[in-house]
Nanobody, 123 residues
Framework: VHLTESGGGVVQTGGSLKLSCAASGRPFNDYAMAWFRQPPGKAREFVAAIDDEGTRPVYADSAKGRFTISRGGVRNTISLEMNSLKPEDTAVYFC?????????????????WGQGTQVTVSS
């Protein structure tokens, strides 16, 4: 499986960005997908995930009310719309996929990862 993220960049506090991820390499029925992030000098952390049908999103507390994860109609793409961004959202954002219909919250729940895209929020 190959995952490609796009949409990162530099934005001011309070601004918005939309990240996208496309998966390729096999059929993507029964696979949940997610976004994690890794702030500078810190461990990778869960941001949001969505089930194989794109109907059950879940979020980290830090993302609730500000971020929206969605899944494309052909199920091999996801996006993360981020609003009201804060400096503490600065991180490398990773797209990931796991075998199984339901989303997971742990790094170890996921099988394949993209290369990451940098998001920088300036104060």
């Amino acid at each position: 499986v190959h995952l490609t993220e796009s949409g990162g960049g530099v934005v001011q506090t309070g601004g918005s960005l939309k990240l996208s991820c496309a998966a390729s390499g096999r059929p993507f029925n029964d696979y949940a997908m997610a976004w994690f992030r890794q702030p500078p000098g810190k461990a990778r952390e869960f941001v949001a995930a969505i089930d194989d049908e794109g109907t059950r999103p879940v979020y980290a507390d830090s993302a609730k009310g500000r971020f929206t994860i969605s899944r494309g109609g052909v199920r091999n793409t996801i996006s993360l719309e981020m609003n009201s961004l804060k400096p503490e959202d600065t991180a490398v954002y990773f797209c990931t996929i796991r075998t199984g219909a339901n989303p997971g919250y742990a790094v170890t729940s996921y099988d394949s990862w993209g290369q990451g895209t940098q998001v920088t929020v300036s104060s």
